[in-house]
């Protein structure tokens, strides 16, 4: 069974360098994890580590599974 998180957020910039007062810029190192097998109705989690690089807030507005 696999499983993946989509995150969906504004538009947003990815500047090589951000400075403090440039826009959000959205970093995720690993976007895909996948689960090894697992019986229907185990429950699973997962932590992403979302990082904000850029000098504006970053507003995530939807995070879903599939």
Do not use: C, W
């Amino acid at each position: 069974m696999f499983f993946a998180v989509m995150i969906s957020y504004g538009p947003v910039a990815f500047p090589a360098g951000a400075e403090a007062d440039g826009p959000p810029a959205i970093h995720v190192e690993l976007a895909v994890h996948q689960f090894a097998p697992v019986y229907e109705g185990e429950p699973l989690s997962h932590a992403f580590r979302v990082e904000n690089r850029g000098g504006k807030d970053l507003h995530l507005k939807e995070v879903t599974s599939t």
